[in-house]
């Protein structure tokens, strides 16, 4: 029979329950000890008796299937679970940080704040969604960081893993969430939409910015459905200290239809990462509300929004990858040169939601100081960028979808990794040097970046003067295949 009281002294499955952590409308939280899992871990419990909502037992549910199913840095580390038939359960490690929840007593905040934590944020949800799960309950009390500072999600109890039955969609016909964060979508009953995610965390970047949610806090589904024609006012118009790129990611997010939003939280990302990159249209001059004959236009006749099925929503994710094309504007080689345009070129035809990163990387003494002018004074750094811009002239690829990058390191190979892995790149394309003596005794840098590059891996060579050699690919464990011709 399962209890439906327990409390601090309590044993549970070799589990001691210590003090009580939290007390939530839908579950406790108690610290507990196990002699054969060390460190601080946390017991989640439904609360369940007379009264209770059957949407906590089926949310628990959910939590015992998916949280098992997914790790890294940005979720809670699983350690142990209980079924309804016996004690339902759920332990998991206990991070020291705190959730966003206490800084909603000091809003708005700066500027630099948000962009801040929203930049972990759309990291790990990049994180996340490559885990084919959909959290559609983000809000600052379920966001928390550790020490190392990297977010952590918590709370699955809403979410959607797209490998397993959703048994919140199966059983229940009122959509569920946290009123104020809830994406259009979703209140039309879609739970499978990893854009979702990003609609809630533009409503957190606005409030944050604000100081007021943009849609309230409606409780009734006609409210809700408000922000199906209703546009929030600007940022700007509450808190002119927002920038106008800021004002652009924030609106992008807020987009009614998905297909109007960034495509993946990594695209999100990587503009948060460099507000200078962002491309502004007329969401960042936006100064005030659509006037009411726009909205009741929209009342009338509502814009069709994307509503996806579960299949299309990983196909969306694999349609909008980050593309890193790395550049050696040194290279002597025009073959090689035109040889990786064509290259990008071919990824940007194929893929029309891909983000194109060109990046050089400006090798920097390792112990003496170099000079960041050249002889006629001018920025080396500035000159590259543009360079760069210069260089990537002839892709055709629409403003916004790429953006332009050099980096100063004293391992060209290394830093093209860290790039790579800070800003969830899907794919790197890269130039290879022709044979010479000191690459034969140095090794080469496409090499040591294809052998640990945590995506896959282009690298384009020139056979004589015209001819391409095959391009091949490798993934994390280094493994090489032949995957055509560049």
Request: hydrophobic share 40%.
């Amino acid at each position: 029979m399962i209890r439906t009281w327990i409390e601090e002294g309590d044993v549970v499955d070799g589990f001691t329950l210590g003090k009580l952590a939290h007390t939530g409308g839908m579950a406790k939280l108690f610290e507990v000890t196990h002699p054969d899992h060390p460190g601080p871990l946390l017991m989640k419990v439904p609360r369940i008796g007379s009264g209770t909502d059957p949407a906590t037992i089926v949310g628990f549910e959910m939590e015992l299937m998916i949280l098992p199913r997914i790790s890294g840095p940005h979720v809670p580390r699983f350690v142990a679970r209980g079924d309804f038939s016996k004690q339902p359960y759920i332990v998991v490690e206990r991070l020291p940080g705190k959730s966003l929840y206490p800084l909603l007593e000091r809003l708005p905040c700066p500027q630099p704040e948000v962009i801040d934590i929203a930049t972990k944020i759309a990291t790990a949800l990049a994180d996340l969604h490559r885990q084919k799960v959909v959290h559609l309950d983000i809000k600052p009390s379920n966001v928390l960081f550790r020490d190392t500072g990297e977010a952590v999600l918590v709370d699955y109890g809403l979410a959607r893993h797209l490998e397993l039955p959703d048994l919140m969609d199966e059983e229940f016909r009122l959509p569920y969430g946290t009123a104020p964060y809830m994406a259009p979508e979703q209140i039309l009953g879609v739970r499978s939409d990893f854009r979702s995610d990003l609609f809630a965390l533009g409503v957190l970047m606005y409030f944050f910015s604000t100081g007021r949610r943009p849609f309230g806090d409606p409780q009734r589904m006609n409210g809700l459905k408000k922000r199906l024609w209703w546009d929030p006012p600007p940022p700007r118009e509450l808190n002119p200290m927002v920038s106008k790129a800021c004002q652009e990611i924030i609106l992008r997010c807020l987009e009614v239809d998905p297909a109007r939003r960034y495509q993946s939280a990594a695209q999100l990302a990587l503009d948060l990462s460099d507000l200078y990159q962002v491309r502004l249209t007329a969401r960042a001059e936006k100064t005030s509300r659509d006037p009411w004959r726009k909205v009741l236009k929209r009342m009338l006749n509502p814009d069709p929004i994307e509503l996806i099925k579960p299949r299309g929503a990983a196909a969306i994710l694999a349609s909008a990858p980050i593309v890193m094309v790395a550049i050696d504007l040194n290279a002597a080689s025009q073959e090689l040169a035109e040889a990786l345009r064509e290259t990008a070129r071919r990824i940007i035809r194929n893929t029309p939601n891909a983000r194109i990163a060109c990046v050089n990387v400006m090798k920097i003494a390792r112990i003496a100081l170099d000079d960041d002018l050249d002889a006629e004074g001018n920025s080396k750094h500035v000159l590259r960028l543009a360079a760069l811009k210069q260089w990537s002239a002839p892709l055709g690829a629409e403003e916004g979808d790429i953006t332009y990058h050099v980096l100063e390191a004293v391992s060209p190979a290394q830093a093209i990794l860290t790039f790579a892995r800070d800003n969830n790149v899907d794919h790197v394309v890269m130039g290879a040097r022709p044979n010479s003596t000191l690459r034969s005794l140095t090794g080469s840098v496409s090499g040591e970046v294809a052998a640990s590059a945590p995506c896959s891996v282009t690298v384009v060579r020139v056979r004589g003067a015209t001819s391409l050699k095959p391009v091949w690919s490798a993934s994390e464990e280094a493994d090489a295949e032949p995957v055509g011709h560049a």
